[in-house]
């Protein structure tokens, strides 16, 4: 079946330090991906859809110079947390599906933890 | 605007029970439904789809959903809970003309006790 493979598992870091997460389609080419954030115990909120070789789209109230996208390739998308602060901290989840219908479903990478001190 | 409701932030049965995970959506149009499962530190598992054709949909490690159009409905069932099942489950909506967008429940925390 079609794995997404997202890199590190878990973050720990200082306050001001830019992280990137990488997201990738192993086994598939994947033009969209999604990046969501999750809270303990809550739903995924979906931040941004990134798509390859154009700007990402975000969804209202995430900030985009904060959260920078970049899907360079197919099988690639990265999302980087410019200057993170301890609100930041979160579990950030990519998934992406290979086929481009929404009646297919998302394939989830195992997330990243990032709790910024 | 679609939406999806998940009733239940916690859900307990034994094991060997039958269980049953609500879910009720709002979209215009026809929907398609997902059910997703998450165990600690992970992303989510694809456990089974609705898109058209016959309302009882099975998926994986035994568990089946029924789609109920006029209650707008799919709940997650399965006959004999295990231990193992123990997980967060999502109920998940997109539809196309919402575009590729997949919206998600709150989540249902399922506890099978031994």
């Known amino acids: 079946g079609a794995v997404v493979s997202q890199h590190p598992s878990w973050v720990i870091c200082k306050s001001g330090t830019s992280v990137k997460i990488e997201c990738r389609s192993l086994?598939?080419?994947?033009?969209?991906m999604f990046w969501y954030r999750q809270f303990p115990k809550q739903s995924l909120m979906l931040m941004a859809t990134?798509?390859?070789?154009?700007?990402?789209?975000?969804e209202q109230g995430v900030e985009k110079d904060k959260f920078l996208i970049n899907h360079a390739s197919l099988t690639l998308s990265t999302l980087t947390v410019t200057s993170a602060h301890p609100e930041d901290s979160s579990f950030y989840i990519c998934?992406?599906?290979?086929?481009?219908?929404?009646?297919?479903?998302?394939?989830f990478g195992d997330g990243t933890r990032l709790s910024i001190l | 605007a679609q939406s999806v409701a998940q009733p239940e932030d916690q859900v307990n049965v034994a094991e060997g029970n039958p269980l049953t995970v609500k879910c009720t959506y709002s979209v215009s149009g026809n929907p398609y439904l997902f059910w997703y499962v998450q165990y600690p530190n992970r992303g989510l598992q694809f456990l089974l789809k609705y898109i058209t054709g016959d309302n009882l949909v099975k998926g994986s490690y035994g568990f089946e959903a029924e789609f109920n159009k006029s209650q707008t409905s799919f709940h997650l069932k399965k006959p004999s809970a295990l231990v193992s099942d123990s997980a967060l489950y999502f109920c998940?909506?997109?539809?196309?003309?919402?575009?590729?967008?997949?919206?998600f429940g709150a989540g249902t925390r399922l506890f099978v006790k031994a």
């Open positions: 990134s798509n390859e070789g154009s700007k990402a789209t975000y």
């Open positions: 086994d598939f080419q994947a033009t969209t």
């Open positions: 998934s992406a599906d290979g086929t481009g219908r929404s009646n297919q479903p998302q394939h």
């Open positions: 998940a909506v997109s539809h196309l003309t919402g575009g590729f967008k997949t919206i």
